[in-house]
């Protein structure tokens, strides 16, 4: 298996080439030059575009264009296909002062949120632009009844749009009919809702499954939610209840129809202060509106075990962790990485004389960022079963902003590709069951052009677009060797193949 930069050739070169990956195989990654790949310039260290992968229709890339009056704002709507090929580009007025919030995509419609900030004398709007991608028809709903600042993420099914309001004061999920208006919200009276863990939608039963952490005066808890599309709960059902366990994370899988798997993190009381708040992954199978008994996979074994380059940091007494939960080819995976806080001590300057807790001239300390470890792997059956489990190494990752960083794919013939981008780099691994297909290898993210230099790059990030297809974006400030290119800062879009 491999990871390569398909190249942009002419329709013969294309089709040999198809036909020759489908007869070879590799070991390793390639790339091959030039990528397809697209460019959109933008001011410098401006980070304008928006894009929104949309399976086997291509990609969606968006932006604010012109400001045309006190009222209105020009925004420009771009239509990639599967090779980054433009094959439409639209003009459309919108409210000015709109700001891009989430999207989703479904039953081939793309549907973003836009709102629009209170601003002197006018009051908080939102809106839902719907672009149809089978007639290339645009229609803006104003959202009338809902007035929330906030929101997490959106999903969008017949004609409802699901909120999910998760910020610190305001937490609730909100059901809203955006062609009656009609609006209803998930709140309690008696209850706080500490977090809202996760949200799906089944559009063959028409219901909304999510996880909620509650607490009151009696104590905290987590409950599984199911509504129908108007709000209504249907079934609520509360966790197993543990003394010494708490629930640390819940994530929903659609495992078949009124069938559910939740996979999620948990602590023991004794192990919250130790290293990491999480002890462990637990699954547990709900169907026929009921839920199974808990299976836990602790994490004391991985917090022993480690790569040769980070043997030394397991000592550390800050190591933390975390995890995220996904699905792939019909299966689960729960992914968690290990980190600790790395920070640089530097001595005061000569005429400086503080005074610290070991005596004078106490160096000071300043924090340099998260250092990434390792992550380790465990996959699951849509009974919650135990499949596979992995450790993969992370090398030379420090970053200022803690995010989850190692993310995967499965293909339909078990073959797993782990991965992650940092500093411009692609780093991944592909295993079959615990087989090793390739060594862990590390390509830089290609170019557009041979005499391009990379000067640096933000928010490079990868992720699986469909089949065996990936999109590499972020922002690059590029110079050329190539005279009259100069220097230019973009937005780009890379195709990847994995093979």
């Not at 070991?27 to 030059?33: H, L």
Request: glycine share 4%; net charge positive.
């Amino acid at each position: 298996m491999s990871l390569a930069i398909q190249s942009k050739k002419s329709l013969l070169l294309s089709a040999f080439a198809l036909f020759s990956l489908l007869l070879f195989r590799f070991s390793a990654f390639a790339q091959t030059d030039p990528p397809i790949r697209i460019e959109l310039e933008s001011a410098k260290d401006q980070q304008d575009y928006k894009f929104v992968p949309l399976n086997r229709h291509g990609v969606a890339v968006f932006y604010q264009s012109a400001v045309l009056s006190i009222d209105t704002a020009q925004w420009i709507f771009i239509h990639y296909d599967t090779n980054l090929v433009k094959t439409g580009i639209y003009k459309l007025k919108l409210p000015n002062l709109c700001q891009y919030l989430a999207a989703d995509f479904s039953n081939n419609k793309l549907y973003l949120f836009l709102q629009k900030p209170a601003f002197k004398k006018d009051t908080l709007r939102n809106f839902l632009l719907e672009w149809d991608l089978m007639t290339q028809d645009f229609q803006l709903f104003d959202l009338q009844n809902y007035k929330f600042p906030y929101l997490s993420s959106i999903k969008v099914a017949d004609d409802y749009l699901f909120i999910v309001v998760d910020e610190q004061k305001a937490k609730s999920i909100i059901y809203y009919n955006y062609k009656t208006h009609a609006k209803q919200a998930i709140q309690f009276t008696e209850d706080e809702i500490t977090s809202i863990e996760s949200f799906c939608v089944d559009p063959v039963v028409k219901k909304t499954y999510f996880c909620m952490f509650l607490k009151n005066k009696k104590g905290s808890r987590a409950e599984l939610f199911t509504t129908d599309y108007s709000g209504n709960i249907k079934e609520r059902v509360a966790f197993p209840f543990y003394a010494d366990m708490q629930y640390n994370s819940a994530r929903i899988a659609l495992t078949g129809k009124d069938s559910l798997l939740i996979v999620g993190g948990y602590s023991y009381a004794k192990d919250r202060k130790q290293k990491g708040c999480y002890s462990g992954i637990y699954t547990m199978k709900f169907a026929k509106n009921k839920l199974s008994d808990l299976n836990t996979h602790s994490f004391g074994a991985l917090l022993a075990k480690d790569s040769e380059l980070n043997t030394k940091h397991l000592e550390e007494s800050n190591l933390t962790m975390s995890a995220h939960v996904m699905q792939s080819n019909g299966h689960i995976f729960a992914i968690t990485e290990l980190f600790y806080p790395e920070y640089q001590y530097r001595s005061p300057a000569s005429s400086y004389r503080g005074f610290g807790h070991y005596g004078y001239d106490q160096p000071t300390r300043t924090f340099s960022g998260f250092r990434f470890l390792n992550a380790y792997i465990l996959e699951f059956n849509v009974q919650g079963l135990l499949l596979n489990e992995w450790f993969f190494p992370v090398n030379n990752v420090l970053t200022q902003s803690f995010y989850n960083l190692v993310k995967l794919h499965q293909d339909e013939e078990g073959n797993t590709l782990f991965y992650y981008v940092h500093n411009n780099e692609i780093v991944s691994q592909f295993m079959d069951g615990q087989r090793i297909i390739g060594a862990q290898a590390t390509i830089p993210v290609d170019l557009t052009y041979k005499t391009d230099l990379l000067e640096y790059s933000s928010n490079v990030s990868m992720r699986h677009w469909y089949g065996n297809n990936f999109l590499l974006s972020g922002y690059q400030y590029i110079k050329s060797t190539q005279r009259g290119k100069g220097k230019r800062y973009v937005f780009f879009l890379n195709k990847l193949i994995c093979e």
